[in-house]
């Protein structure tokens, strides 16, 4: 069974460890990473009492976190009002395949939907088939568009 929750600045700091023990794991498997103190300092900024950013966490039995999403609330004139972009989502890889992702997923749905949001955005590698599928399973749809960064 896994328990999925919202976390907020009440968390201590064994928990925020083991979240950045998971997001760290995440950060290695897609590329540079600015290092483990920052990614600290970046959820503890998220977990501040007026952040917009969220995280969802999931918990196995043994109440290890073994999955974790991270997302944004912005404002959007196309959607007339608030959206989610959801910058991470990440199942570690012993827990994979077991419908975790689906139910982080599903938690942040109910919650967006609790808080009036008008819509959820994300990105995915082309050719990411798996979670291409879970995405469109849950009512997701394309967009075609060319995403561009600029980093500082």
Not at 5 to 26: F, H, P
Not at 97 to 121: D, F, H, S, T
Not at 137 to 142: I, R, T, V
Request: with cysteine.
């Amino acid at each position: 069974m896994v328990e999925i929750m919202e976390v907020d600045n009440g968390a201590d700091t064994t928990l925020r460890s083991q979240i950045v023990d998971l997001l760290m794991e995440q950060m290695e498997s897609i590329g540079p990473k600015d290092g483990r103190i920052e990614l600290e300092r970046t959820i503890n900024r998220a977990l501040e009492p007026n952040s917009k950013a969220h995280l969802f966490i999931a918990l196995c039995e043994e109440k290890q976190v073994v999955g974790a999403a991270f997302l944004n609330v912005g404002l959007s004139l196309g959607k007339g009002g608030q959206y989610i972009w959801l910058n991470d989502l990440f199942v570690t890889k012993e827990f994979r395949n077991r419908g975790i992702a689906k139910k982080l997923l599903l938690r942040i749905i109910y919650w967006a939907e609790q808080k009036q949001i008008k819509g959820i955005e994300l990105e995915t590698g082309r050719n990411n088939a798996a979670t291409k599928a879970l995405y469109n399973s849950l009512g997701f749809y394309d967009v075609i568009s060319k995403r561009y960064g600029f980093r500082f």
